[in-house]
């Protein structure tokens, strides 16, 4: 794995103890089920990094030794396809436990698309701390189902729904990542490219950028900058994602 060939990690709690305590990813992350004295003893199996842009930390097909907890920034995951085509299959954010829901080797590779911190764990490190903290077990098993749900939900983003459906569910679900305790969240950051969309929603570039157009044309979104939406009107985005609107 590329990870493993990077700079030197930080281990332990001289350095790790006082980086949960502070991390802003804590409550929306599996962190948050510890108390301060187990937060201790996680921070002490794990690997603090610091990743630039484009670098992949995760290789489908190499052995799963490791668990990463994403912190800060965004990655982007996916699946190789034999041409040697990427399918992306979805985008980790602040509070992703990756790694879960695999066997011994990794079923998708992950790579970082703007600065990205993350925690890593070794996997018998992390086996070995669940069984002397059931709320930790508890919660990463609850984030294995949420990962399996997640690929469910993606089937029938691009299974049943048309390109319209299909973006609105896209800007309602950056939302959701953006703020997982509001349903209110009205701006959103897209660090990932127009073609990075397009293929994680089975769609054309061009197809993306005439259906954005089209919501802000219709004052549903507003677009202040590439990178930034402001959801103008959510409601009527929800019933579009639900399949309400598909007809008007």
């Known amino acids: ?16 103890h006082a980086a949960c305590a502070e991390c802003d ?18 921070a002490a199996v794990a690997a603090q990094r610091s990743l630039e842009k484009g670098r ?23 699946k190789l396809l ?6 992306i299959t979805g985008f980790a954010g602040p509070g992703y436990f990756l790694g879960l829901a695999v066997g011994e080797t990794y079923a998708f590779s992950a790579e970082a698309i703007e600065p990205v911190r993350l925690c890593r764990f070794s996997r018998p490190r992390l086996y070995a701390l669940m069984h002397d903290l059931p709320a930790l077990e ?30 609105a569910s896209f800007l309602l679900l950056r939302a959701a990542a953006a703020a997982p305790c509001s349903h ?3 701006e959103i950051r897209l660090p990932m490219t127009r073609a990075e969309i397009a293929d994680y929603l089975g769609l054309t570039i061009e197809t993306i950028s005439r259906v954005l157009s089209r919501f802000r044309a ?6 202040p900058t590439p990178d930034r939406v402001i959801l103008t009107d959510r409601p009527w985005l929800e019933d579009l994602a639900a399949g309400n609107l598909e007809h008007v």
Do not use: H, W, Y
């Open 1 to 16: 794995m590329i990870v493993s060939r990077a700079r030197p990690l930080v281990v332990g709690d001289a350095f790790g």
């Open 25 to 42: 990813a804590r409550t929306v992350s599996v962190c948050d089920a510890l108390d301060t004295a187990d937060l201790s003893r996680l």
């Open 56 to 78: 992949v930390f995760i290789e489908e097909g190499e052995k799963a030794a490791d668990f990463f907890n994403i912190t800060a920034g965004t990655v982007k995951l996916f």
């Open 82 to 87: 034999p041409d040697g085509r990427q399918q």
């Open 138 to 167: 508890a919660r990463l098993l609850q984030t294995a189902c949420n990962e399996l749900v997640t690929a469910q939900e993606q089937m029938l983003l691009l299974g049943r729904k048309t390109a319209r459906e299909r973006v």
């Open 184 to 186: 209110r969240q009205t």
């Open 218 to 223: 219709d004052k549903r979104i507003d677009l």
